[in-house]
């Protein structure tokens, strides 16, 4: 399956092909193999050292990468539009913000809030696009931070399928 995250203006951002792993309460699983690789825009592949699997949430404005060790990030989660899947592939927009946790000491922070106000102008986000993407930080910074659900043990399972 393709995953495919674009910019506001409609503009290929990165994309990549992905095993189709299942569903669960949380939403949909996708997974890449050690050694896989994906493209940011138009240009060169770029390979990915470590094995990895992203969740994309039915309804929430984020997709979350749960990496395996020895990635230094553990988490990283896009604030996003919400994933909508046709024909093989899911599709979002990437709205820039993003919220990481680390493997190792567990620091969770905001990343990319310059690019999200520098693209909020660009691109002229609508008013609902900012508000919902500031609140999905919000509430991504605080369930990454207390491992809540799926951010604690829900991605192991899935990490196991690709590594």
Avoid: Q
């Amino acid at each position: 399956m393709r995953v495919v995250y674009r910019k506001y203006d409609g503009s290929l951002h990165w994309h990549h092909r992905g095993l189709l792993l299942g569903e669960d309460e949380h939403g949909v699983w996708t997974g890449c193999v050690a050694g896989s690789s994906g493209h940011k825009g138009d240009g060169p592949p770029v390979v990915w050292p470590y094995a990895f699997v992203m969740l994309f949430p039915r309804d929430g404005w984020w997709t979350a990468v749960f990496n395996a060790a020895p990635n230094d990030v553990e988490i990283y989660c896009d604030v996003s539009t919400v994933p909508r899947w046709s024909d093989g592939e899911v599709t979002m927009v990437d709205l820039d913000l993003d919220v990481i946790r680390m493997r190792g000491n567990g620091r969770v922070f905001l990343d990319d809030e310059d690019e999200f106000e520098e693209h909020r102008v660009r691109y002229a986000y609508p008013p609902d696009v900012v508000e919902n993407a500031r609140a999905a930080a919000d509430r991504l910074l605080e369930a990454v931070g207390a491992g809540a659900a799926p951010f604690g043990s829900a991605a192991p399972h899935w990490l196991a399928r690709v590594t």
